[in-house]
């Protein structure tokens, strides 16, 4: 005969199981993986275009190939506020060019891939945050923008483990590195 917390503890499992499978959850699931890839792709067509010159956002001239700089435009002519002078201090460095860089093609393969979110919602938070404080304050709002939106984005996307789905995700966190040491998660 089943003792009542052993009842209790089954009930509680089958509901938790159905519940993970309702269509409910699979939308969430499969939305904030949509958002994951989209948001990846921002971050690694932002890479690629500072790389080769597409002329989307960087003309071909100035691509990081040819000789250009990726942080020297924007932190020399585009930055405001009161980091105005520490960032176009930086702006044309080599090693800002190639964090700014490396971060964003780590954290855009990151994305794509469902792997290391932890670590990529730590980065891009981060690159996001740096990038807003380059313009303070925001040209259409007195503190808000699409940085810190990101930002919280990715934080959400981590905490969800939104590279599960249509993602590595799973496959990343069996790793034994992944499971000994979580926050590579």
Known sequence: METMTATIERVTAENTAAKAGTVHDRAVRYILAGTRLALGWIFLWAFVDKLFGFGMGTEQKNAWINGGSPTKGFL????????????????GAAWADWL???????????????????????????????????????????????????AAVLAVLAL??????????RVWAALPIVRRMPWLR
């Not at 040209?139 to 990101?150: A, K, R």
């Not at 969800?160 to 995700?169: K, P, S, W």
């Open 76 to 91: 020399t002519f585009g930055v405001a506020g009161p980091f105005k002078d520490v960032y176009t201090s930086i702006a």
């Open 100 to 150: 700014f860089m490396i971060g964003l093609a780590g954290i855009g393969v990151a994305l794509l891939l469902g792997i290391g979110m932890r670590i990529a919602a730590v980065a891009g938070g981060l690159l996001l945050v740096l990038m807003w404080t380059a313009v303070l304050p925001p040209e259409n709002n007195p503190f808000m923008d699409d940085h810190l939106i990101y």
């Open 160 to 169: 969800v483990n939104a590279g599960d789905t249509v993602g590595l995700g």
